[in-house]
């Protein structure tokens, strides 16, 4: 890592802590990385971080033929919830090949034709619960929606989410033990300390996320018929050459790893996107025009949704400038030199923080930073580098869920400006929650059902 810009003034044994916050770590190496350039470092108690977000070098990082996912840090911590479930599975393990093609038929363009009317069950549950008050949390009740499509559409099971005020027990479980895997990676010794007073706590989590993923299987195995969907593929399937199923243990921490990755990045996606819109009214009423042109007061038939080529170009414009998964590491498979400059050992990895790649002015111009949905059209997106835009990841190890992602979020966003006006506080200032995901914190939105439709 010599030669490898890192920020002034670095500390002996404090590296780069000083300003850094631990409850921002990636807009902290955004605000570095604007200043640094296109490869970095940051050293943090005993380690040293390596950033990559140019578009040559990541260009370069998303070679398949070189490089492959890492899984290490914040998702290496994640094994101790998901274990080897698709997202924190390593690439030599059997079980993500294995995994990956009996799931492969859940994710198909058939697949979401069958999710099509209970995405669109779920969203009028969000529209209901929104007629009945005047004002929303718009990132609570985004993740009310995600979680309960995701429950329903790849497990037939209902989290109750718009019947309740307060979380699922399964949540609050699930992102107690997230919270508790993520710090297991943090060596302070105050943090340690913390960690061991919530032992117990963590174990009570783990064995609650057990029981409901057993309850839903059990329930589905006395149900006959194990349907094409996330779970009915996992009980049903079996390897096309050895005839073996998948493990118990690893369809359990399937279900866990879909609820997680399903829910939180797509809920921050549409609350970015109605963040975005609410403060230019002018696009607004672009994407709400199309919806009254393309839909009208109908609800959407499966065709319906990917015709709004406008609300999509929104969302990925959102994700853009705020890509809820953040970044993806990527490690090399032999050793190799980066850049020409930057020499990597076999194994040795890098971080791509994606905020960074998404707004490197070599690949997006000058106004970078400014919100424009247009940058999606289709002559636009064929002048830019290929790997400019990786919001789903890259390579063999992208996201799964992506068409999935995509469908509900159109639908949603659909039906939400298809029914309501907005009115934003004007002071909000767009506030950035970290968790394993980003989304916008404490965005309010005055709501009301528009004037000319029902
Ligand atoms: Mn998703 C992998 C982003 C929605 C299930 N997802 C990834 C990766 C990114 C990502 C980035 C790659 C991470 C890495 O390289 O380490 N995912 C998203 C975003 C959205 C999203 C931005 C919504 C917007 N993901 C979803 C949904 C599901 C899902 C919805 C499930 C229904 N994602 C996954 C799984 C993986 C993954 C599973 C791991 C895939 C693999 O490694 O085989």
Known sequence: TTGIPHRPGRLPVLGDLIGSNPRTPLQDTVRLGRQL???????????????????????????????????????????????????????TEPNWRFAHDILMPAFTGEAMRGYHPIMVEVARELVASWDAKDSADVSADMTRLTLETIGRAGFGYSFGSFER???????????RALRFAQMQGIK???????LAGSVRQNQADIALMNTVVDEVIDARRHDGEPGRDILGLMLSQSHPETGAKLDPVNVRNQAITFVVAGHETTSGALSFALYY?????????RARAEVDAVWGDREPA???????????????????LWPTAPGYSRQAREDTVLGGR???????????PLPLLHRDPAAWGPDAETFDPDRFEPAAVKKRPAQAYKPFGT????????????????????????????????????????????????????????????
Not at 165 to 175: D, G, K, N, Q, S
Not at 188 to 194: D, G, K, Q, Y
């Open 188 to 194: 302070l010794p105050f943090v340690r300390r913390a």
């Open 342 to 352: 930057y020499r990597m050992r076999k194994g040795d990895w890098v971080l791509v």
């Open 37 to 91: 350039g296109p490869i970095f470092t940051r050293r943090l108690v005993g380690i040293e971080l390596v950033f990559a977000s140019g578009i040559d070098l990541v260009t370069e990082l998303n070679d398949e033929k070189r490089f492959t996912k890492h899984v290490g840090l914040g998702v290496k911590n994640l094994r101790a919830v998901a274990g080897d479930g698709l997202f924190t599975a390593y690439g």
């Open 277 to 285: 819109l609410t403060r230019h009214p002018e696009l607004l009423a």
């Open 302 to 320: 499966f065709a319906d949704v990917m015709k709004l080529r406008y609300v999509r170009r929104v969302l990925d414009e959102s994700m853009r």
């Open 395 to 454: 390579g063999e190890r992208a996201c799964i869920g992506r068409q999935f992602a995509l469908h509900e979020a159109v639908l949603a966003l659909g039906m939400v400006l298809q029914r309501y006006d907005f009115t934003p506080d004007p002071a909000y200032r767009l506030k950035i929650a970290e968790s394993l995901t980003l989304k916008p914190e404490g965005f309010r939105l005055g709501i009301r059902p528009r004037a000319t439709t029902g």
């Open 165 to 175: 005020e307060e979380p699922h027990a399964f949540v609050t479980a699930m992102t």
